[in-house]
């Protein structure tokens, strides 16, 4: 497992982390290819079902990422998501997802350098956390 | 003080006190249609009916072990809209604490509805009740509340409460306008009618039946089911996590699915107009189908039985009221209601929410607060 590569698939909003995403990459900062981003609308959008099949479907890790508290371009989406996660966070353990798996944070829009250093955190705590069992056990 | 009175009962038939009780309610000016089960001529399974006429009630029988269906879905299509008419609804507690999950769900209204909660005494598998009831269905049902009324195993003749009903800790419909109680009470004279709201009293004082005391031996029945059931539940949730405590597991759990979905159908609490599982989005590509083959070697059809399963976890959980309809509509008897039950316990406790309990206590996902769940949030 020395060369394992996590996945990631990170649902972003458009507002701010998808922003900041692009700050991070016009200000030349680099950050591991192993996030996949999906640009959302924002946050309060992102349906527990994208989730649960983006870890199905094999990824190591999910992270939603969205505007700060009292930030969110539609006033209360973010307040939504985190409702959300927290519910997956009581449903997917059960069934041996381990919490570290799925990843709620806020970053701004000017918050490249901390877009970057994120993804890098979580690549190495993915890293150390091994593969999904969903994708070395599942048959679809 | 809440109205408390009594429903005579005469030679041991409670079925004929409640017909008339029944009939009563239709006399009332302000009641144009009960909603009660009827043994029906054609069939012997006991299935909501809506009467206008006292004269159709000869099949009443709420208190049959047939527990065909969930009704909240039906008293929903009935209260949607204001139908010019109050509707009299008597209903077990699981459908009850359904359809106030419906309500504040906005897919059914309280206003042109008054609850009418029995005390329940469990319900069987749909398979199980045709054995056990034979060729007579009215003798089954008070061979069956004789039995349990009486303290017996409620397991008789091959046939046993389903494990939702072993496990169920709502016997009692607390959130009737009406309460008709029979655990604990002298069942031999009278069924107990309480009023448990505003519109439930004013019906009740209607009715002038006579007044009646809550007898001692109810509190401590209700205790001793309590206990009974919980230590039932505990069990039913260990078992149950420990058979899909991984992926791997959760599969063989779900193995023998084959994607009718009668879970959801049967389930009172599933809430979508239209399944998404049923759209063009899970119509997938015939290509698609083959390099999720070719990604293993192997992939097993139908596809997305485990993906179905979370996401109605997801979707249903916080409203689950652990009626076990979906158990009993399954065609491969996988035990739907164990896991429903263990995950919804989990996420209601998580929003420290009861499913059914109360009309003003919001559902989880559809509010917020601005400082909360902080330990979800950051690596």
């Known amino acids: ?140 | 003080m809440a109205t408390t009175a009594t429903i005579n009962v005469k030679d041991q038939d409670l079925l004929a006190s409640l017909k008339s009780f029944c009939v009563t309610l239709l006399e009332q000016e302000n009641i144009s249609a009960i909603l009660v089960p009827q043994r029906l001529p054609m069939k012997s399974m006991a299935m909501p009916t809506l009467v206008t006429d006292a004269d159709q009630l000869a099949g009443i029988d709420p208190l049959s072990p047939a527990f065909p269906m969930n009704g909240a879905k039906v008293l929903a299509k009935l209260t949607r809209r204001p139908s010019g008419g109050k509707i009299a609804a008597m209903m077990r507690p699981c459908e009850i604490r359904a359809f106030i999950e419906l309500v504040k769900l906005k897919q059914a209204r309280t206003e042109d509805v008054v609850l009418i909660g029995l005390d329940c005494l469990g319900a069987f598998r749909n398979t199980d009740y045709f054995r056990f009831a034979g060729d007579d269905a009215a003798a089954a049902t008070q061979r069956f509340y004789e039995g349990v009324l009486a303290g017996k195993d409620a397991a008789m003749d091959g046939a046993d409460l389903t494990p939702a009903c072993k496990a169920c800790e709502h016997s009692v419909p607390d959130s009737a306008d009406i309460a008709l109680g029979l655990w604990g009470v002298d069942t031999g004279t009278g069924i107990l009618a309480q009023a448990q709201s505003p519109a439930g009293e004013a019906l009740l004082k209607q009715l002038s039946l006579p007044t009646a005391e809550v007898p001692q031996a109810r509190k401590e029945a209700l205790a001793r089911l309590l206990e009974s059931r919980t230590a039932y539940r505990h069990k039913m949730f260990a078992d149950t996590a420990a058979a899909t405590n991984s992926v791997e597991k959760l599969g063989n759990y779900m193995a023998n699915c084959v994607n009718c979905y009668n879970c959801r159908v049967a389930c009172p609490v599933c809430y979508c107009k239209e399944c998404v599982f049923v759209t063009d989005v899970f119509n997938h590509d015939p290509a698609q189908y083959l390099r999720w083959a070719q990604r293993k070697g192997a992939v097993k059809m139908p596809t997305d039985t485990v993906f179905y399963h979370l996401t109605r976890l997801t979707h249903m959980s916080t409203a689950c009221v652990g009626c076990g309809q979906c158990s009993n509509a399954c065609p491969n008897d996988i035990p739907v209601m164990e896991l429903f039950r263990l995950v919804g316990h989990r996420t209601q406790a998580a929003f420290a929410y009861e499913a059914g309990k109360s009309v003003e206590e919001n559902p989880p996902l559809s509010v917020f607060k601005e400082d909360e769940f902080q330990e979800v949030v950051g690596l």
Not at chain 1, 15 to 27: E, K, V
């Open chain 1, 1 to 140: 497992m020395e060369n394992f590569e996590p996945v990631i698939v990170a649902f972003v909003c458009n507002w701010c982390t998808y922003t900041a995403a692009d700050l991070a990459g016009t200000s030349r900062l680099s950050y591991p290819k192993n996030v996949r981003l999906i640009r959302v609308m924002c946050t309060g959008m992102v349906d527990p079902q994208y989730v649960i099949k983006a870890l199905l479907g094999g990824a190591d890790g999910v992270l939603v990422s969205g505007c700060h508290p009292g930030d969110c371009h539609y006033i209360n989406g973010n307040y939504k998501a985190r409702r959300r996660i927290k519910l997956l966070k009581e449903i997917l353990p059960q069934f041996g997802f381990e919490p570290e798996r799925l990843r709620l944070t806020w970053i701004g829009a000017s918050d490249g350098i901390q877009f970057a250093e994120i993804m890098r955190d979580l690549v190495k705590e993915l890293k150390e956390l091994g593969p999904s069992q969903a994708k070395l056990k599942m048959v679809v």
